[in-house]
């Protein structure tokens, strides 16, 4: 995650290289790596289906428990 640290909320990205890879992530970042992009952004230029899904579904089951207090 310390790659990501310069965005608001960098675990989309984390995950999405986990997923991916790194050059990967970096590519639908913007590639510099510095610049700060929207999570909406950043998830509409992942061009593989099942790294998007794998990001949505993560994001989606921790905002279920974090609403619920449990995160």
């Known amino acids: ?3 990501w640290t310069h965005q608001s909320d960098p675990i989309p ?3 999405a290289e986990y997923n991916a890879g790194a050059s990967r992530a970096q ?3 913007g590639g510099n790596g510095v610049a ?3 999570e909406s952004q950043f998830l509409q230029k992942i061009d ?3 790294t998007r899904r794998y990001v949505e579904s993560i994001i989606d089951r921790y905002e ?3 609403r619920r207090g449990r995160m």
């Open 48 to 50: 593989f289906p099942a």
């Open 1 to 3: 995650m310390e790659h």
């Open 27 to 29: 590519r639908w970042s």
């Open 13 to 15: 990205f984390a995950l």
């Open 64 to 66: 279920f428990y974090r």
């Open 36 to 38: 700060e992009i929207p």
